[in-house]
């Protein structure tokens, strides 16, 4: 059974700080994505990657797939408020690639 | 949430009643998902579906789940004969048709109904 792991499990910063947020397997995946959600809602998807090594920059935050495709990092740079969420990492394998497979997230919360 | 509509927002069943979640996709999309969402559990893939055609539903408990997506009108999920551990946040998304590849189809999520059994 394939298993993402997330860390922290919860997070709680000042504005302006920085962050960096983590998503581990033992399994190797085709490709990964990142979503947030926020309390009430769906999750919104944020990025994809799908080459070993790639970064991805969305703003102020930047996504990386690790070389072995096993693992993924999301940093956060100079938090705002409107970063609160919940960050949600789901890995997909080509053999199946609309069954994805979900971390239980990373609860962030950034103080005015 | 892109366009995609999920009825009620909030459901309250008694143990033993059926319940019935609505999906409507985004305007265009012919594929459709439906996730069970608990906090101790994430986000679990119960099925996928096309128009008229369920594709994948590995994630489906054997018993009372069934899922459909007629030609016309919404995706239904529909849970017989509740219990209390089916309480949780039910998630549709939805996705445009595609001519496949290795990534994942972006998926649209809904609000998600959140069902609750007494």
């Known amino acids: 059974t394939q298993l993402l792991e997330q860390s922290p499990q919860f997070l709680s910063i000042q504005e302006g700080e920085n962050l960096t947020v983590y998503c581990n397997s033992s399994?190797?995946?085709?490709?990964l994505q990142w979503y947030r959600q926020e309390p009430g809602e769906g999750p919104v998807l944020l990025v994809t990657v799908v080459t070993g090594g790639e970064v991805k920059k969305l703003k102020r935050l930047t996504f990386q797939f690790g070389d072995a495709r096993k693992d993924s990092s999301l940093h956060i740079t100079a938090a705002q408020t409107g970063d609160t969420g919940l960050y949600l990492c789901?890995?997909?394998?080509?053999?199946?690639?609309?069954?994805?497979?979900w971390g239980l997230g990373t609860s962030l919360a950034v103080n005015p | 949430n892109a366009g995609v509509m999920q009825n009620p927002r909030h459901l309250v069943r008694r143990r033993g009643q059926e319940a019935r979640l609505r999906c409507s996709p985004v305007k265009g999309h012919s594929h459709v998902y439906w996730y069970r969402q608990l906090p101790e559990e994430g986000l679990k893939f119960m099925v996928y579906l096309q128009k008229e055609n369920i594709i994948d539903e590995s994630g489906m408990p054997k018993e009372r789940f069934s899922a459909e997506f007629p030609k016309e009108g919404p995706s239904i999920l529909r849970i017989q004969q509740v219990v209390r551990g089916d309480s949780a946040a039910y998630f549709c998304a939805s996705s445009p048709r595609t001519s496949g590849g290795t990534s994942p189809d972006t998926q649209y999520f809904g609000p998600g109904t959140r069902l609750t059994v007494l």
């Open positions: 399994s190797v995946f085709s490709s």
């Open positions: 789901a890995g997909a394998n080509a053999g199946n690639n609309r069954k994805l497979i």
